[in-house]
Structure formats: structure tokens, C-alpha cells
């Protein structure tokens, strides 16, 4: 079920997002070496950035209009990242509401599609 995103979420989304910060790498900020994964017996893989500022082609999910960038995995966009949530309001920056809405929707397109 798909329904709209209530401030309550905001906390879980939050937790989500602390949980996979320990092991997503910023390959701008630390190097693989740096990022200590295979202590952790973890392998990482460099998912490939794709954004309208970079003049790319390749874009899935967002529309021309939107700012941000995507990321994929075998050709399928599997993240999506607009900037510093803490510089933006959630609820009342175009930017993050275009964002929101296009999320939606993109799970509606992949519901639609599972269904059928």
C-alpha cells in the first residue's frame, strides 16, 4: 500500500537513514581504503551518479525540472538524493515538494507495473 508521507514519518526516515549511513561511502569525502568496509567484512560497489547538472543522459527518475541527482544499479535507479534535508523545509521547499511528489509517483508506476 502507498499512501502520503505524514510529518510522523520523518523520524522513521531519520532512523533509516543513520542505519545506512554507517555503511554508504562518500567517495568525495573518504576513499574505499579510508571507509575501512572490508573490516567489516562488507564489499562495496561505486553506484553510478547521474544529474542534470552533469549534462546526463541516462536520467530515470527525475524530471527535467527537478534538482538532485540518481543513482543506479544495473540500470535501475535505486536512490535518489536532493541535497541537505537540514537546509530545506520538508513541507514548504518547491524543491523538496517536487521531489516528494515524484517519489510518489514513481512507486505508483512500479506498483501499476508489479500488478499487471
Known sequence: MIRKTTENDIVFFNE??????????????????????HEHDLRGIA???????????EIIFMKSD???????FKNIPVLTHIG????????SDQIVIMWRERVAEWLQELQYSEER
Open 16 to 37: 533509516v537513514r543513520n542505519e545506512c549511513s554507517k555503511y554508504l561511502h562518500d567517495k568525495s569525502t573518504h576513499t574505499l581504503e579510508e571507509a575501512r568496509l
Open 47 to 57: 553506484l553510478p551518479l547521474y544529474s542534470f547538472r552533469n549534462n546526463d543522459k
Open 66 to 72: 527537478m534538482r538532485g541527482e540518481e543513482y543506479h
Open 84 to 91: 541537505r534535508g537540514s537546509t530545506r523545509g520538508f513541507y
